[in-house]
Structures are given as C-alpha cells and as structure tokens.
C-alpha cells in the first residue's frame, strides 16, 4: 500500500471532504507497516475497499414546525461495512452534520466496533437538522419524518442505529415509536432506548464510566493513583455526565465541563454531588439555554460558573 498514491485517488473523487480524507490518512498511516507485511492484502485490495463505504441513503426531511410552516432538512445513512456483523453507528442531528463529517465517523466506526470484539460493522447517519430551541412537538415530528425516510433501511440483523450528539433518549424514544409503527414490530433495531421498552440498564453512564476504568488501569500501569487528581472534561452530554460521575467516585476531582458554546470551571465547586446532579439535568441543555430552567439550578450554575 502506498498511502500518498491511495489518497490522491481518494481526493480526486472525493474533493473537499476535508474531515473525512483526514481520517483515512490518519488510520492508513497507523496501520502501513503491518498491512505491507501481507501481500495478500494488496492482491486482494483491501484498503481501497475498506476506506469507501458500501452505500449512502440521502434524503430530504420536510417537517412541520410549530408556527405551522414547512421545514426542510437534509437526512443521511451511511452504511460503512458490516464484514464482521450488521452495521452500527449513531445518528447525529446538528447544524455541522455532511456527508464528509459522517463519512469520516462511520469509517473510524469500523474499527472502534471491531475493537469490542462483538459482531458489529461500522454506520453513521444524521441531519442538518438543529433540535437546540426546539419544542419537544417539533422534534417529535422531526425524527417521525426522519424516520419514514430510513425506515426500509435499517433492521435487528441490518444496520442498527444509536444516538449521538442532538439524539439522546428522547429522540430515540420517537425514532423508534414510528419505526414500530412502520414495520410492524418490536426489534432491537435503535440502541439508547429507554428501561421502559427495552433500553439496557445503565447505557447512559457506560461510555464514561468506561472512559475511566481505563484511565484508571492507565494511571495503575504508570504506577499512580487516580485518587487526588485534577481532571477537565470536554463535553457536556451523556459520555461527561459519566464520566463527572466516575472520576468523582474514584477520588478524583473535576474542575471543568465544556459545551458548544462554552465551558464551566471551577476548581472548587465542581465535584460536589449537588452539580452532578445538575448536570444529568441539563444533559440536553446547552450554556446558552440556561435561562429557561428553574431559578434554583440557574443561582447554581452561576455560583459554578463565577466561582463564588
């Protein structure tokens, strides 16, 4: 495999697809040595099939919000590979969301999937579509037209669907409710459902907690104790909330969360139980959002956000 050779070819047919090229270069790189050790490999062209995915579902999305006008956004499926299993990958609904930005998440997919060693290929799949200031009729409507669109496509044994970022447990609630509707069955086609009708028992905290086991048996290797250290953490939904949760128990002590449209630090207040509490709150909140909740939480916030 020559990457530089393997790459012009990938930018002449995909240009400007600037994410998604830098994923590739990055994995091919990583993997250059060993793959040239097996001239099979190159016979068989194995890197120039894995690094184009084996199909893409766009579609538009016209919903009604609530001032009765017609919306229209745009809807992807990318199906990446499923060589070792059905494909499996999040939908993420946010103004940033292309085709490049889900190309280069469903082909990292498929080696963070095939890592677990379950039977899973690598999917990723979304829309422009922005739920922040939405109402929950609005968003309700929107994913009930998202998914009339991607329904035919996705199934137990095809191609199962999570959530991501703007697709949390309410959205999954209503993703999978019509797609029930539409096939006519109760499967575990959509992973992130609710306890109530078939979620699995602590899915909301396992990426973090997961996140600092192994931050944990990382610091044991070096010969430390996670117990007593300072730890910041970008990200302001489920994976953080976990994660706060963890590092908190272990001893350790969070200073800052981010968002996207800003951060919290406060290298005082922040580990205690009152905060994150409030952030499983606000785990669908945004910074900016702030004001619409309850003036209880926002003096909280405050006193975080001022340090006081």
Known sequence: ???????????AKHPGENEYLQAVREVLSTIEDVYNEHPEFEKAKIAERMVEPDRIFTFKIPWVDDRGEVQVNLGYRIQFNNAIGPYKGGLRFHPSVNPSILKFLGFEQIFKNALTTLP????KGGSD????????????????????????????????PAGDIGVGGREIGYLYGMYRKLAHENTGVLTGKNLEFGGSLIRPEATGFGGLYFVKQMLETACMNIKGKTIAISGFGNVAWGAVTKATELGAKVVSISGPDGYIYDEKVFPEKKLITYLTYVLHATILSLHMLKSSELHLCQTVAHGS
């Open 1 to 11: 495999m020559i990457i530089e050779k393997l790459m012009q070819s990938l930018e």
């Open 120 to 123: 899973m290929g690598g999917a």
């Open 129 to 160: 579509f922005n739920p922040k200031g939405k109402s929950d009729a609005e968003v309700m409507r929107f994913c009930q037209a998202f998914m009339v669109e991607l329904w035919r496509y996705i199934g137990p044994e095809t191609d199962v």
